[in-house]
């Protein structure tokens, strides 16, 4: 009676688990997919970016092309 009292709640215990983990699986897929905002950009709109470090033009001699 004890193994079978045992076996149950094994059982219980891992249907629970199952059970809490496919909720928290659908809740962090819920909130992956909500994140997504679409960007609309104005059609004559200017691209401003700024470096903060030089930009070289030429990096040097390629062993394989000169």
């Not at 897929?29 to 950009?41: M, P, Q, V």
Request: avoid cysteine; proline fraction near 3%.
């Amino acid at each position: 009676m004890k193994f079978l009292r045992n076996l149950l709640a094994s059982v219980l215990g891992s249907l629970v688990a199952f059970g809490i983990i496919f909720f928290m699986l659908l809740l962090l897929i819920a909130l992956a997919g909500s994140e997504e905002k679409d960007i609309t950009i104005p059609r004559s709109s200017v691209l401003k970016i700024t470096f903060k470090e030089p930009i070289k033009d030429y990096g040097g001699k390629y062993s394989f092309t000169d």
